[in-house]
């Protein structure tokens, strides 16, 4: 199941946690270092400054994961696109070619016009307005241009919608990008923080993040509200151990709103991919009504969520260098509880 981490002591209590997360535990966690007089006053800051990074670092991870999934969604729409707009060329040029084989059998024959030739030329547009003018068409033929012109008309409306899904796909990657940069840039200062302590200060900082605690905590007697609700939990907890991947939906690595989705997809439901979204993907509950197996998301802005799992405890994945684990659930504010 993968090593367990330390926990701050079980319940609702919000002030009696020290737990991390890349969302303002990072704040706990180096609040959990030795306390000193005057000398921790930089360090007081560095705390602080790290912890800021962090929350920004995750709000950016958040959107990274929505961009990312936009471009993958607009990836296929355009690859569907593409095979459509394939399958209606060849279907429109199987009906040019059996109207030419027509027209060409009626004008051996004395029964058409030389300018029916204008009817199969390369350029559609011209196609269908000299359409228009022939004054000798069958009544079949007539209905095989009309379904002809109707045929261009949708390829032309496939295209269109193609190409506005490729302009998009590539809004897409490029926000991807920038908030890939971004998250890079936080996580990169915030250990560049953390490498500038005193090494004391340092081990105490992974110590709090990477505790040896192997056991299971208590998590009482609560009963998951559904059996879905159980079949999450119990993903969830086979992750147990598993590092943070910003970005990552397991198995071999998770982000906090990776690792929910992820949970919940085992036991067959489909959750939205971020933590902003993920609040909505149920109906509300009060903290103090909470079960196994509902998210709790943190933050007025919900740049964190989590799982709970009973007796004040919930799993999630903290934030790298800090793999899934149990914390408490008061280890930051609490901005709502979702039942799916």
């Not at 729409?77 to 060329?89: E, L, T, Y």
């Not at 900082?205 to 079949?231: C, E, K, N, T, W």
């Not at 964190?304 to 007796?311: K, L, P």
């Not at 405890?313 to 979702?338: C, E, F, W």
Request: proline share 5%.
């Amino acid at each position: 199941m993968g090593s367990r981490r330390r926990h701050a002591p079980s319940g609702f209590d919000r002030g009696a946690s020290a737990a991390v997360c890349v969302l303002g535990a990072a704040a706990a966690a180096l609040g959990a270092l030795p306390a000193t007089s005057a000398v921790a006053a930089p360090h007081d800051d560095a705390r602080a400054e790290v912890d800021r990074l962090y929350q920004e670092a995750e709000k950016a991870t958040q959107a990274y994961d929505k961009a990312d999934e936009r471009a993958g969604q607009l990836h296929r729409q355009v690859s569907d696109a593409q095979d459509r707009i394939a399958r209606q060329q060849q279907r429109i040029n199987t009906m040019r070619e059996a109207l030419g084989s027509l027209a060409g059998a009626q004008y051996r024959s004395g029964g058409i016009d030389p300018t029916v030739a204008l009817l199969f030329s390369d350029d559609p547009a011209d196609y269908l307005d000299k359409a228009s003018v022939l004054d000798r068409i069958t009544t079949e033929q007539a209905g095989e241009l009309k379904d002809l012109q109707d045929a261009m008309r949708e390829l032309a409306q496939e295209r269109s919608e193609a190409t506005g899904h490729l302009a998009e796909l590539e809004r897409s990657r490029k926000a991807v990008a920038s908030h890939k940069k971004t998250v890079e840039s936080k996580l990169a200062k915030a250990r560049q923080i953390l490498n500038g302590m005193p090494l004391a200060d340092r081990a105490a900082f992974d110590r709090a993040s990477r505790s040896s605690r192997q056991d299971i905590p208590d998590l009482g007697a609560g009963v998951p509200s559904s059996g879905r609700a159980a079949a999450a939990v119990a993903a969830a907890q086979s992750a147990l151990g598993k590092p943070y991947v910003w970005g990552a939906t397991g198995p071999g690595g998770f982000d906090c709103s990776g690792l929910m989705q992820w949970s919940y997809a085992q036991a067959g439901v489909h959750l939205p991919r971020t933590s902003q979204e993920q609040r909505y993907a149920g109906h509300r509950i009060p903290l103090s009504q909470a079960q196994p197996g509902d998210l709790v998301v943190y933050r007025a802005d919900a740049s964190h969520v989590a799982m709970y799992v009973g007796n004040g405890q919930v799993i999630h994945a903290p934030y790298p260098g800090a793999p899934v684990r149990y914390d408490p659930v008061g280890m930051m504010p609490v901005s709502s509880v979702t039942r799916v």
